[in-house]
């Protein structure tokens, strides 16, 4: 299975900010989506990122909120806009292999104070 | 709403013995099914698929799909403390790639 990284691993931030997290792929993939998964929950999807076109976000979640990149098939940037204590979550990025199975990235850690 | 339950526990099982886990979805257009284990602070491992009616085998997992009953299952031979996570059930949405998961159930496997 595809090597996945993510920055960063976790991070501590006051209300109001951004945090962009990067998910990076050792291999060309197609498909690569963001999960969150919340204190004591499980896997939501926000959206699939897509290679040079705007991602499809689930339903509950907005761009304005979540703004993602997809430059190219290895790489993509999550960001939290304008957080507040609920964004309190780890963050997962995934991707898709040819025979369909998802993959994980290590996830990020947020806490927002 | 498409929804997939799991029971949350935990289960609790002595060391060598069987584990059970279950899994209900509501999705019959569902054609994949995967379950993930992951270990407390890190992220989801996938551990079996299954896309056809029956029994798969992957060495001390095994996974049982009923489509019919719209019922899946993963068991865990000669149990181990080591297995001890929460183990996600996976299905896919709308005949897509989209993923809902469960709320996952906490194993315990007793020394």
């Known amino acids: 299975s595809a090597v996945i990284s993510q920055k960063p691993s976790r991070d501590i931030c006051q209300r109001g900010t951004s945090l962009t997290i990067q998910c990076q792929v050792d291999s060309q993939v197609t498909m690569m989506f963001w999960y969150r998964q919340q204190p004591g929950q499980s896997l939501t999807l926000i959206a699939t990122?897509?290679?040079?076109?705007?991602?499809?976000?689930e339903s509950g979640f907005v761009i304005d909120k979540f703004p993602i990149s997809r430059p190219n098939l290895t790489f993509s940037t999550l960001t939290v806009s304008n957080m507040s204590p609920e964004d309190s979550s780890i963050y997962l990025c995934s991707v898709e292999d040819l025979r369909d199975e998802q993959y994980f990235g290590p996830g990020t850690r947020l806490t927002v104070t | 709403q498409k929804e997939v339950e799991q029971n949350s526990g935990p289960l609790s099982v002595p060391e060598g013995a069987i584990a059970s886990l279950n899994c209900t979805y509501s999705?019959?257009?569902?054609?994949?099914f995967f379950w993930y284990r992951q270990y407390s602070g890190k992220s989801p491992e996938l551990i079996m698929f299954i896309y056809s009616n029956g029994d798969k085998e992957d060495g001390r997992f095994t996974a049982q799909l009923n489509k019919a009953s719209q019922y899946v299952s993963l068991l865990i031979r000669d149990s181990q403390p080591s297995d001890s996570a929460t183990y996600l059930c996976a299905v896919n949405a709308d005949s897509s790639y989209k993923l809902i998961f469960g709320s996952g159930t906490r194993l315990l496997v007793r020394p």
């Open positions: 999705d019959r257009g569902s054609q994949s």
């Open positions: 990122a897509n290679q040079g076109s705007e991602a499809t976000y």
